[in-house]
C-alpha cells in the first residue's frame, strides 16, 4: 500500500509559478512510476508529466518547456516545477504512482489533490 499526500497548491497569478511535491508512504518508492495528472471544472482528468522508476519523462504538449518533473527517491518523493502559469493550468492536481512489471499495471495510487488557481 502507498499513500500519497500532495502539497504546494495555492493562488498565483499568470505567468507565475508554482512547485507541487508529493510524499509517498510505504516501501519501494524507486520502483514506482511517478505522474501528475490534473483535473479541470467539468473536464476529465488528464496527464500532465510522468516520470519514471528510471527517470524518464513525459510532458503533455500543452505544458512542455513550462512545466519540470523530478523525483528524489531518498525522500520518497515527487515534484512539478510549474513556471508561466496561464489560466488553462487552473485544476485540481493529483499525484499518481503506478506498478508497472513487464508493462503491466499491477497498482496504482492517487493523492487527494491539490488546487492551483491562476489569477489573470
Known amino acids: 500500500q502507498v499513500q500519497l499526500v500532495e502539497s504546494g497548491g495555492g493562488l498565483v497569478q499568470a505567468g507565475g509559478s508554482l512547485r507541487l511535491s508529493c510524499v509517498a508512504s510505504?516501501?519501494?518508492?524507486?520502483?514506482?512510476?511517478m505522474g501528475w495528472y490534473r483535473q479541470a471544472p467539468g473536464k476529465q482528468r488528464e496527464l500532465v508529466a510522468t516520470?519514471?522508476?528510471?527517470?524518464?519523462?513525459n510532458y503533455a504538449d500543452s505544458v512542455k518547456g513550462r512545466f519540470t518533473i523530478s523525483r528524489d527517491n531518498a525522500k520518497n518523493a515527487v515534484s512539478l516545477q510549474m513556471t508561466s502559469l496561464k489560466s488553462e493550468d487552473v485544476a485540481v492536481y493529483y499525484c499518481?504512482?503506478?506498478?508497472?512489471?513487464?508493462?503491466?499495471?499491477?497498482?496504482?495510487?492517487w493523492g487527494q489533490g491539490t488546487q492551483v488557481t491562476v489569477s489573470s
Open positions: 516520470i519514471s522508476r528510471g527517470g524518464s519523462t
Open positions: 510505504g516501501r519501494s518508492f524507486s520502483g514506482y512510476d
Open positions: 499518481n504512482a503506478k506498478l508497472v512489471v513487464n508493462g503491466a499495471i499491477l497498482s496504482s495510487y
